[in-house]
């Protein structure tokens, strides 16, 4: 026969009792006598809050910033709660402050967001991989044991395995695993090809070019090919330098109005 929980034992001798505080709460209309009485009762009832986010210190967050969730927590408890209903303040205020910590744990600690299912299967696996290995005699077991174990499709397991390494992420500082890695991980990230850039600019304008007279296609390849001056190319093909200008604006702009209309 499996053991009742341990119920949350009671705050310090100085909390007020669930009746009296919480019923004048509920009689006071709004204003700085009120104000004053919900700041008393919160307070008076921090110690059971700071006990519960004390049981979550091992989970890598300060117990000072625990505390702090904890006390939000707390106070929505004492803003929610109605003594008409009958049910002890602290049966209502424990879920109310326990769930503010983990909802804490699920939006804010991890270093990559991931959408909730994602976070609800990483915990699921988690749980099965760890019941699992205990069995299995410390084997990793596969992902179809680890589906089987937790109920779930092997893709949802795939998915919360990845969720896994999710949860924290590494330095760009830290070096990399094994014996013979050297440097840092960021020395190992690629850098941004300006010439894949300058590839894509020449695939959208290879269509008008085509469409060019041969004459402005000449002039063009000499000046942004052979790199020659207006000047060289008026001397090369027998016209004047004002007119190469006029042949390159307009040649330019024709190829920039149809990689335009191509792209939409």
Known sequence: MQAAPTPEPPPDA???SDGGAFRRLSELPPGRKRDALRNETACAWLP????????????GESLDDLRQVAAMGLVKAVDRYDPARGKAFETFAVPTVTGELKRHFRDHTWDVHVPRRVQDLRNRVRTARRDLAQRLGGRAPTCAEIAAEAGLA??????GLEALESYSALSLDAGPAGPDA????????GSC????DVAVDREAVKPGLRELPERERTIL????????????????LGISQMHVS???????ERVRAGALKEAV
């Open 14 to 16: 100085g909390a007020p």
């Open 48 to 59: 059971m809050a700071y006990r519960l986010a004390s049981r979550f210190r091992d989970r």
């Open 154 to 159: 092997e893709e949802d397991v795939l998915l």
């Open 182 to 189: 050297g440097g840092t991980l960021a020395d190992r990230l």
């Open 193 to 196: 090809d300006h010439a894949l």
């Open 221 to 236: 390849y000499l000046r942004y090919f052979r790199d020659m001056t207006q000047v060289g190319i008026a001397e090369h």
């Open 246 to 252: 006029r042949l390159i604006s307009r040649s330019c």
